[in-house]
């Protein structure tokens, strides 16, 4: 079944089919498309696109794209746009870079941000890597914050 799954009310995480639905797009108002991934289409439509391109793979560095993506989603939202961020499956890469915009922008920690994410799409399971990139990631906020 293709669907975009509700993130926030501006971000929807899906796999490449649903995201590549123009009919879906139009009907949900989404203006951005995140597309994780190396080999997946993004959709036809006037869509604002933004690729990073990473394998599904522990060793992938996705942590260098977490700060530009999140701000790429709240600067949409800011706008009254909304964001859909997709890999192959939908249940990897593009749920780390929900979670790392929850966590940046939604100051929620990662716990509560993976639980977000799986409460909107519940076959989310980042691997491995990703996690601890998320992990990482949580630490570098809070240096950022000054929080300790």
């Given at each position: 079944?293709?669907?975009?799954?509700?993130?926030?009310?501006?971000?929807?995480?899906s796999d490449a089919r649903s995201a590549c639905s123009e009919?879906?797009?139009?009907?949900e108002a989404v203006t951005l498309c995140i597309n994780v991934?190396?080999?997946?289409?993004?959709?036809?439509?006037?869509?604002?696109?933004?690729?990073?391109?990473?394998?599904?793979?522990?060793?992938?560095?996705?942590?260098?794209?977490?700060?530009?993506?999140?701000?790429?989603?709240?600067?949409?939202?800011?706008?009254?746009?909304?964001?859909v961020v997709y890999c192959k499956n939908g249940r990897s890469?593009?749920?780390?870079?929900?979670?790392?915009?929850?966590?940046?922008?939604?100051?929620?920690?990662?716990?509560?941000?993976?639980?977000?994410?799986?409460?909107?799409?519940?076959?989310?399971?980042?691997?491995?890597?990703?996690?601890?990139?998320?992990?990482?990631?949580?630490?570098?906020?809070?240096?950022?914050?000054?929080?300790?």
């Amino acid at each position: 079944m293709l669907q975009l799954c509700k993130v926030t009310k501006a971000l929807f995480i899906s796999d490449a089919r649903s995201a590549c639905s123009e009919e879906l797009l139009q009907q949900e108002a989404v203006t951005l498309c995140i597309n994780v991934s190396k080999q997946q289409p993004f959709p036809s439509t006037g869509v604002t696109k933004l690729q990073v391109p990473v394998y599904d793979d522990p060793n992938e560095d996705l942590l260098s794209y977490f700060d530009r993506c999140a701000d790429a989603i709240q600067k949409e939202a800011d706008r009254g746009g909304r964001s859909v961020v997709y890999c192959k499956n939908g249940r990897s890469r593009s749920a780390t870079i929900c979670i790392a915009y929850l966590m940046k922008h939604r100051r929620l920690n990662l716990t509560q941000a993976l639980q977000k994410v799986k409460t909107a799409r519940h076959v989310i399971d980042p691997n491995p890597g990703f996690m601890s990139q998320l992990q990482r990631y949580e630490h570098d906020l809070r240096k950022r914050r000054g929080e300790s």
